[in-house]
């Protein structure tokens, strides 16, 4: 198992519960500052429009996430709800709700009576419908995927070594070399390495998968005042604005992350330095829509990447050439959240038990982009 992400801490874990020995690989380590499952929080939510499986495997995973932060005893989730802000006429609003309701998983439509009787923090201007997804809520991230690691050395066995790894596309069968001079011998090796999985296999892979810079700040929220923090305001998403954010949350600040895809990003040697001119343009748009954060100041600014797939859909597939080789990543900004059901279905895979689904194939990837995912 290459890359000890929230998708490779998952396939491990699921991978030595079904009873396999586990070697997990990482450069850096666990959820480390270069790794697209780094910073302190995520959002967790079964919205997604029309796309029916994403909103089953989030509702799916968000009860294995529960599970597991009350197995390991640790606050991990935080349950805040979510609103799914739209202008006027937003088909992907509705859609979310239609989905939601018509699946079981519970929702409100509200107006804009409704959202400023509910959330006056919030301002309805430009709004339309707004949905509320009641169940969802925040992921700590880092400390979450560290968590799985650690759970998973000390529980299921699973051997965890910090090591650069290298492939050769030319070789007739897989070889993974170690920075260290280690051959690491499997029986099946599993390439979930994030944003690094277009170096690993740049053949193979080549631009089907973008390595972009995404933004994330923190804004200071007025002294004294609880209602831009959990549990009184949910996470959001603005699609016009192409802006989510997240309550303040263990007293970090607002966070705000631009889902609008940036510039490429090499994750190993990219500087991590936000503009002032980004900051000054969300803090005014993030104003606009929650008017007590006028002029708020910058606490903490964060980039991070996404690494995207054509369509925003992950690659979880068998490498074209080598049989016993599976990718499982492009997790393209919204794959934090999926964790658990992406390790059960990358196993159920190894395993023979299930055929690999077609939206998330090698071969309905390009290298131009056509997002349908958010």
């Known amino acids: 198992m290459v890359g000890a992400g929230v998708f490779g801490a998952w396939c491990a874990r699921q991978l030595a519960r079904d009873g396999h020995h586990v070697i997990l690989i990482d450069a850096y380590g666990a959820a480390s500052g270069r790794a697209s499952s780094a910073d302190h929080s995520r959002v967790i939510r079964c919205g997604y429009g029309t796309d029916e499986i994403y909103s089953r495997w989030a509702h799916q995973s968000l009860a294995a996430w529960a599970g597991f932060a009350d197995e390991v005893g640790e606050r991990l989730l935080t349950i805040t709800g979510a609103l799914f802000l739209g202008d006027p006429g937003h088909a992907y609003v509705r859609a979310t709700y239609d989905t939601l309701t018509r699946i079981g998983i519970a929702a409100d ?4 009576r409704d959202l400023a009787r509910r959330f006056p923090q919030v301002s ?9 997804e009641p169940g969802a809520g925040v992921l700590r991230a880092r400390d979450a995927v560290q968590a799985l690691v650690r759970h998973a050395v000390r529980t299921d066995g699973v051997d965890f070594r910090c090591v650069r790894v290298s492939i050769d596309e ?3 069968a897989i070889e993974v070399n170690g920075s260290d001079g280690s051959r690491v011998e499997a029986d099946a090796y599993v390439l979930a390495c994030g944003p690094w999985l277009p170096t690993l296999l740049p053949h193979t892979i080549g631009g089907r998968i973008r390595v972009t810079r995404q933004e994330v700040l923190y804004f200071g929220v007025p002294a004294g005042d609880r209602q831009l923090s959990s549990p009184l305001l949910p996470v959001w998403i603005d699609f016009a604005a192409g802006l989510y954010g997240i309550p303040d949350l263990d007293a970090m600040g607002f966070k705000v992350g ?3 895809h940036g510039d490429a990003i090499d994750p190993d040697s990219g500087d991590r330095l936000v503009s002032t001119a980004l900051v000054d343009a969300t803090r005014a748009t993030v104003a606009a829509r929650f008017p007590a954060l006028a002029g708020a100041p910058l606490l903490d600014a964060r980039v991070c990447q ?5 369509t925003g859909d992950f690659i979880i597939d068998r490498h074209p050439q080598w049989s ?16 658990p059901a992406v390790g059960r279905h990358a196993a159920d895979l190894i395993a023979g038990r299930v055929a690999p689904l077609a939206r998330f194939t090698l071969v309905t990837k390009h290298s131009t982009a056509q997002r349908v995912v958010y």
Do not use: P
């Open 306 to 310: 996404y690494e995207n797939s054509s």
């Open 109 to 112: 439509w509200l107006d804009r």
């Open 258 to 260: 631009i889902d609008r």
């Open 124 to 132: 309805s201007q430009g709004l339309d419908g707004v949905v509320f």
């Open 170 to 172: 030319s070789t007739a």
């Open 324 to 339: 016993n080789v599976w990718m499982v990543g492009a997790g393209s900004g919204h794959g934090f959240k999926h964790g």
